[in-house]
């Protein structure tokens, strides 16, 4: 979470107790069609370790179905994992890397002065007040405003050409 770039998980196979967490801390998860997962602590008697499956599992796909996983150690597939929302994709091994690769290349178009304010804006948002979230969105939108890759996004947009950003 405190990585200031987008971090993808690409997922092929189980992804169970540690793994499950790491897997939870990325920023984007995208599944092979063999991957699995499971937070199987309670069946060790452990709680999560790393605090991810407790702290942003609930955040990721609700409390219930969190609370469901957590408390039984169930295993779920990669379809069960994309139709709780833990994972983005579901495609075939083989298509893994480039999926996750495309994915990661999503992102290169963006400011990464803007990226890593957005990323540290909604990470810490799950855990403050919605007023100290905003008195905090303002000053980073400040930062921004003045930021060479706002003036380069806005160049760019009026120039009607790709914005090249260099992160300042």
Same mark, same amino acid.
């Given at each position: 979470?405190?990585?200031?770039?987008?971090?993808?998980?690409?997922?092929?196979?189980?992804?169970?107790?540690?793994?499950?967490?790491?897997?939870?801390?990325?920023?984007?998860?995208?599944?092979?069609?063999?991957?699995?997962?499971?937070?199987?602590?309670?069946?060790?008697?452990?709680?999560?370790?790393?605090?991810?499956?407790?702290?942003?599992?609930?955040?990721?796909? +609700?409390?219930?179905?969190?609370?469901?996983?957590?408390?039984? +150690?169930?295993?779920?597939?990669?379809?069960?994992?994309?139709?709780?929302?833990?994972?983005?994709?579901?495609?075939?091994?083989?298509?893994?890397? #480039?999926?996750?690769?495309?994915?990661?290349?999503?992102?290169? #178009? #963006?400011?990464?002065?803007?990226?890593?304010?957005?990323?540290?804006?909604?990470? #810490?948002?799950?855990?403050?007040?919605?007023?100290?979230?905003?008195?905090?969105?303002?000053?980073?939108?400040?930062?921004?405003?003045?930021?060479?890759?706002?003036?380069? +996004?806005?160049?760019?947009?009026?120039?009607?050409?790709?914005?090249?950003?260099?992160?300042?």
């Amino acid at each position: 979470m405190a990585c200031p770039k987008p971090v993808v998980a690409a997922v092929d196979g189980p992804a169970v107790g540690m793994g499950a967490e790491f897997a939870t801390q990325c920023d984007v998860r995208i599944a092979s069609e063999r991957a699995r997962f499971g937070w199987n602590f309670v069946q060790r008697g452990l709680v999560p370790d790393t605090g991810a499956g407790s702290f942003l599992l609930p955040r990721l796909i +609700g409390p219930s179905a969190a609370l469901r996983l957590l408390l039984s +150690g169930e295993l779920i597939g990669a379809d069960e994992a994309l139709r709780l929302g833990f994972v983005t994709a579901v495609v075939p091994a083989e298509d893994l890397a #480039a999926a996750a690769d495309a994915e990661a290349r999503r992102y290169l #178009a #963006a400011s990464p002065f803007a990226v890593r304010r957005v990323k540290a804006l909604v990470y #810490a948002g799950l855990a403050r007040p919605v007023d100290e979230h905003l008195r905090e969105t303002a000053a980073l939108l400040e930062e921004c405003f003045r930021s060479d890759d706002h003036r380069e +996004g806005v160049a760019a947009f009026l120039e009607r050409r790709s914005a090249h950003f260099s992160g300042g």
